[in-house]
């Protein structure tokens, strides 16, 4: 049972009564600094399954396959550190969370265009290839790859929550750190981390990627710190990706034919 965010040090800006986050107040699901190395451990371990060259074609399963160990494999790992606590960050969805989802995803859609549009308007913005390729496909194909992103989410939405969660925790108790000043370190260097982690997709643009994947990312674990609910941060990302997918694969080829 996490505690409530109401403490002695307040809460943040904008930032709801309700549950604090776990593993770093001395509750029984703290996760030690060695439990940390094996989240960080998974966190690596899952996004190197994602992206690390395979000898022959990817096929069906393989794509799946990356796709699962890049969920499992920091699920394994938060599992081993906090054999008691592993499932607190998947609170319960209800009609509220799916409210959250979908305004989170529309401020996320917003503010990405948003500074998109500034980046572009100075310099180069790379397309999202994967995304692009989505317009070439259709039926059981397509419907396949609406699927594993969907999976495919919940991977960055742990490969960002959980070193969140790790910097918050380390900057609380290894410095001493005020709560809040911790929340927002953590927030901060997450979002950065992400940004980073898309330069292969991006074609190495650095500006692009921490400034507007970077943003959206602020956006998006923003809904982890206002819900405390990881399925919140996991849907508004979902509902994001997919509005952009649907958009490129059949809005964009009939503006493009008109």
Not at 195 to 212: A, E, S
Request: charged share 10%; hydrophobic share 55%.
């Amino acid at each position: 049972m996490t505690n409530s965010a109401a403490n002695a040090e307040g809460q943040l800006p904008f930032e709801p009564d309700g549950p604090d986050f776990p593993y770093y107040r001395g509750t029984p699901d703290t996760i030690s600094r060695s439990g940390w190395l094996l989240v960080m451990a998974g966190v690596v371990a899952g996004f190197l399954a994602l992206i690390t060259p395979l000898p022959f074609a990817d096929t069906l399963f393989t794509g799946w396959l990356r796709a699962f160990l890049f969920v499992g494999l920091p699920l394994l790992g938060l599992r081993m550190a906090s054999p008691r606590g592993w499932t607190v960050i998947f609170a319960h969805v209800g009609a509220r969370e799916v409210k959250l989802m979908f305004a989170f995803a529309l401020l996320n859609i917003v503010i990405s265009f948003a500074v998109g549009a500034i980046v572009k308007a100075f310099g180069t913005v790379t397309a999202n290839a994967g995304i692009a390729d989505a317009a070439q496909l259709g039926g059981a194909q397509l419907a396949n790859f609406f699927a594993k992103v969907a999976v495919q989410l919940l991977g960055e939405e742990l490969v960002t929550i959980l070193p969140f969660l790790a910097i918050l925790t380390l900057a609380r108790n290894l410095t001493g750190m005020a709560r809040n000043s911790a929340v927002i370190i953590a927030w901060l260097v997450s979002a950065a981390a992400f940004g980073l982690i898309h330069l292969p997709t991006y074609d190495w643009n650095l500006i692009q990627c921490l400034v507007v994947i970077g943003s959206a990312r602020l956006v998006l674990t923003w809904a982890y710190i206002w819900s405390k609910n990881i399925w919140v941060s996991t849907g508004a990302h979902v509902i994001n990706d997919w509005t952009i997918i649907a958009v490129t694969t059949f809005l964009a080829p009939l503006a493009t034919s008109g």
